[in-house]
């Protein structure tokens, strides 16, 4: 394989207009081409891989048929959108993708006109698809609104309410339902289960009806090679499937892999369906790279990797994850307690639970894409005497919160909330980025939480939750790999609402929270240095506060900083509210709570985003400076 | 009909093991009872009659036959659930319903050992009874979990996601779905239409059939009543039900309303039903009161109301509500520009849309239970040029809270947020509090945010959020009547970020945001009485803030007090932050955010509620008073 691979056809399609210009037979090279492209950019970014594979054909058909961009296509997620960005003149960039500066990873309104609505989280394309159709009708426009969506995302409530809505609405709305039988995990629910029955072709009518049907829904004049298509697959769906009792006309399964099936597929739906339809497509993950073929869960999400062998670059790692540690943490705690299970949205490999679960598999629930439901199936364990840990990423709980409010918190029950990924983390960007937890959190009642500065403290905060019964319990921690500390046997049980001073010193206090706390120390160095004595605290506890050492670090210092990886509202908003309270603030302590700013940052390696954010160790000498009315000179040399 | 209504077999049961030692046939005699019990509680307290009418026979049966507490019954959303609590050992208290004190208008652990899980926002059920099936099971116990769903919460994701995961899990689960074709607003939705086509028969498959299957899940020791039930009602279902696709076993569906058909349905159940099973049961709404029965839309949640003849209690309004000056001024505008667009999710008269939609029918979507899908629909609505509201309550807002952050700030899409029933709402409690809104939406970027302090700024707000197309915004206003200022001819578009001053004073500010400005004004009269001239400001916006206002409060003030009817990180916490970053606390002015209490505020009048979480003008006094160090001798005598 040559790098870049010699693509002639793909390179004369810069748009889909270009693309509308070939024949249909030429379609199947530039598949391949495409193929080879997308192959050789993710082995030189890193990134989505095996999704893209899969819909190479079904991309290349769909601006092929459609008239994008005013037809609307929505790719669910839009980790599988990278084919999709090649061919809608993003290709001069598609060696960006992920960098700095570079392509989203996912779909993004202010990146191309193509991307009618920015994807990221799971299982929004049919709302958002619905809400096009509909503008479309009221405005007497007709034009196509295309969702693509995985089996995977349909395991999420929204998708489900989006569906019930749509068949109601009778809008002119094309789901095309990319059945590839693996989203990041092998899928959760019994709507899989039935997919798989629906593909297996254990529930097919015949020809004849299914020509009838047909007919009632596309007219007279439908093209045959519909019928074609299908049957190639396998045969008709019944008659009553779920889709079609949800108020969708049902067509499939047909091969994704196949443009003379997938294009008279598409054209007779654009030119004659009126209602909501559902197209079943099936394809295969990974689709045309053996390796990702082979392994489609190792080829979700890779590093840099040699196109020959598939071989993955290793970041290198000195010390463990945070993930590995809180994994290994609650296993060491399961072994002593078999109240401990834990509960996983889908991401059972990104949250650890992978390992947990191989030493306790009937303790490990994975649910699906289904936050909601997650949540408060944990509510309904506690209420039974368990100790259920929701690990579930900062981010994606913000699609539980009113469940974490309304049947955790109101109720008082010990749900441990395990949230991975909290601040920034990196290439997956503004979407994935872990910034409102402690917000939405912290002002709740009952609940405590906790934010893990090196990954011993996040072992003490695994045995913590494990023993705190009295109500809901959450520790945060990032993205990423420890900072290299030591490691303790096992966690130890934390005092609530009890903080640690890192060093002493009298002129500047250093208050942290969570992950920040490395360059809190840092910037402690070049205070001292700058004859500026520095104490720096980790919080440990966003709530309840440590109000006698917030208290103290008030009176005994000049220059008081509180800072967090989260938005305002959070950490710092509860020590000002506390010093304002006490009336600790009219000593004349200059206090600045550091905080995320009020715009949402842009995808870069995570140091970079903290430097962006004003959170770096520059930043705190900075700050602290100016709160004192003097130059960082000191800063500006750092 | 006597007050209270006679009694006699009802007064012998006080709690279910009384019930169980009843004769099947004096059973009906007992419904009677429960009914007439019901309809005189409510008629003096208030609350929900339609939903607790519908299920009295099922609340019988269900305690006649399953072994509660023991066996877990989780009643979904809860409203349906009076008859429950007067079998279960609270008829003493029933006629303290929704008061202060009281017993609660859902279901609450915190009230008895027979409500397994609280309940109020919608569609948990499944998703708490499945934790505890699952509980059960690992530790090894046999008991019964049964939650009651109604059909119109199942329009709701959450219970999709639940019942996905059940069926895969194959739990010990009974899922009841009373089918009453009327949740709070005529159902909404594909899923109410499929089930009304299962209810009326059009699916069903012979009996030998169902019979086979019965058999198949019950065994052959199956009681045939369980035949004769379905047999009375309409006949079988077809095999591939939805439900059964989901992995649930599926039965019904069965008259609701007939002893004689449910108790051996529930037998069979209990005593045969392995995995997990779903009883579509078929009520009334309003069932066995004419009125009631007639219009069940006005006996969803009721007043007062006189048993004879159904007229209920009004409340005196001398000024109109927020949610109708909110209707009335959308509808104004929607006369001028035909982009405004509005989304409900199943509130369309709680929200005053149903005003809307009278004059503007194609323009007003209920989309269901479904907030998740309401917000990212409405952002759908947005990206092609439309103008939507989406009107959510703070409370139910909470659950469209990722789609808030994903879908609309993160792509800055002009989505209109009313945000009725903000801050305390009096007799629906703690669940359905307006309380975290201004946390969780101030800190999102992009977003503005407003609270109305009266009906006219509130018919101002409207105009504002219609012409703002540079992203969302939001503005809340509280639960009831507006406080009778005069109203403009129309709304005016507000400045963004402009509060203004109420009243000018030169020692005490107090700065208030929304509702609690009345209070303010109160609070400023009796301080300027104590010799403190009091300056009081209406933010009107929590982002962005005012900040040259703040600016001159914090340095013309000795005091300034902060006050909002939200949680803590709201609106305090910004003007906090804001004075911290610039130095303005360090003059030594005395600062003090007045916000809800880290505590949830039970149930009670509105007033009262303010009262306790210290947020009326006593207690603005006080706080000033505080704050001088002095004693507050005019709060004390307010
Ligand atoms: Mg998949
Ligand atoms: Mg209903």
Redesign the interface.
């Known amino acids: 394989m040559k790098s870049p691979p010699e693509t002639p056809l793909l390179d004369t399609v810069g748009i889909p207009a270009d693309l509308k210009r070939l024949s249909e037979d030429a379609l199947p090279q530039l598949a391949d081409e495409l193929r080879a492209e997308l192959i050789d950019v993710v082995s030189r970014t890193g990134g989505h891989l095996g999704a893209g594979l899969g819909v190479v054909e079904l991309t290349v058909a769909l601006h092929y048929v459609f008239d994008t961009p005013d037809d609307r296509l929505i790719w669910d997620v839009g980790h599988q959108a990278y084919p999709h960005k090649i061919i809608t003149g993003r290709r001069d960039r598609i060696r960006t993708l992920r960098q700095e500066g570079g392509l989203y990873g996912f779909t993004k309104?202010s990146e191309s006109e193509y991307d009618?609505?920015?994807t990221?989280?799971s299982s929004?394309s049919i709302?958002?698809?619905?809400?096009?159709a509909?503008?479309?009708e009221?405005?007497g426009e007709k034009r196509n609104v295309i969702a693509v969506i995985g089996d995977g995302a349909m395991?999420?409530?929204?998708?489900?309410?989006?569906?019930?809505?749509?068949?109601?609405?009778d809008a002119r709305l094309i789901v095309i339902l990319n059945d590839n039988d693996m989203s990041i995990a092998p899928p959760?629910?019994?709507?899989?289960?039935?997919l798989a029955r629906l593909a297996s072709g254990r529930?097919y009518q015949g020809v004849r009806d299914f020509g009838k049907k047909l007919t009632s829904y596309l007219g007279e004049g439908v093209d045959r090679a519909i019928t074609r298509a299908v049957e190639h697959a396998r045969g008709y769906v019944?008659g009553?499937?779920?889709f079609e009792?949800?108020?969708f006309f049902h067509i499939g399964p047909i091969d994704g892999h196949n443009l003379k099936h997938l294009i008279p597929v598409l054209k007779n739906v654009r030119d004659n369906g009126t209602g909501p339809v559902l197209i079943h497509v099936v394809t295969k993950k990974g689709k045309g790279y053996p390796p990702a073929e082979a392994a489609a869960d190792k080829y979700h999400g890779v590093n840099k990797f040699d196109v020959i062998t598939g071989a993955q670059a290793k970041a290198p790692a000195n010390s463990p994850s945070y993930t590995k540690v809180f994994a290994q943490s609650l296993i060491q705690e399961a072994r002593e307690d078999d109240r401990i299970?834990t509960v996983t949205a889908a991401m059972p490999s990104g949250t650890g639970l992978d390992l947990f679960e191989q030493e306790f598999p009937?303790?490990t629930?994975d649910?699906?894409i289904?936050e909601?439901?997650a949540v408060?199936?944990?509510?309904?364990?506690?209420?039974?005497?368990?100790r259920?840990f929701a690990a579930i990423y900062s981010?994606?709980l913000?699609?539980a919160?009113?469940?974490v409010?309304?049947?955790v918190a109101?109720?008082n029950l010990p749900v441990r909330f395990a949230i991975d990924r909290a601040g920034f983390v990196g290439a997956d960007g503004?979407?994935h980025c872990g910034a409102?937890d402690i917000?939405?959190l912290?002002?709740?009642?009952?609940f405590v939480v906790m934010a893990a500065a090196d990954e011993a403290e996040l072992r003490h905060m695994v045995r913590t939750a494990v023993e705190h019964d009295h109500g809901p319990i959450a520790f945060r921690y990032p993205r990423g790999n420890g900072i290299g500390v030591e490691m303790p046997e096992r966690g130890e049980v934390l005092e609530l609402g009890k903080g640690r001073i890192m060093r002493e010193g009298s002129k500047v206090a250093l208050l942290s929270l969570g992950g920040r706390l490395e360059d809190c120390m840092k910037a402690a160095d070049e205070l001292d240095a700058a004859g500026l004595s520095t104490t720096v605290a980790d919080a440990r506890f966003a709530k309840p506060l440590d109000t006698e050492m917030i208290r103290r670090l008030a009176q005994e210092h000049e220059v008081l900083i509180t800072i967090e990886e989260g938005?305002?509202?959070?950490f710092?908003?509860?020590v000002?509210?506390f010093l304002?309270?006490e009336?600790l603030?009219?000593s004349?302590?200059?206090?600045?709570?550091m905080?995320m700013p009020?715009?949402?940052i842009g995808h870069a390696k995570p140091e970079r985003m903290v430097e962006d954010a004003g959170l770096d160790a520059p930043a705190i000498v900075r700050t602290v400076f100016a709160?004192l009315g003097q130059q960082a000179e000191s800063a500006a040399r750092a």
Chains 1, 2 share one sequence.
């Not at 004349?588 to 709570?593: E, N, Y």
């Open positions: 309104r009618p609505f920015g990221a989280h929004t709302s958002a698809g619905l809400g096009m509909v503008a479309h009221l405005a395991s999420a409530g929204m998708a489900y309410e989006a569906m019930n809505n749509a068949g109601a609405l959760q629910g019994a709507m899989s289960a039935y529930a019944t009553g499937t779920l009792e949800m108020g299970v009937e303790r629930f649910v699906g289904a909601q439901h408060t199936f944990a509510a309904g364990l506690a209420t039974e005497g368990l259920p981010t994606f913000q699609r919160y009113d469940q409010v309304h049947d109101l109720q503004a979407t409102f917000t939405y912290a002002s709740l009642p009952n938005s305002i509202g959070g710092g908003s509860h000002l509210n304002a309270h009336g603030l009219e004349g302590v200059k206090v600045r709570p905080a009020d715009r949402f709160a």
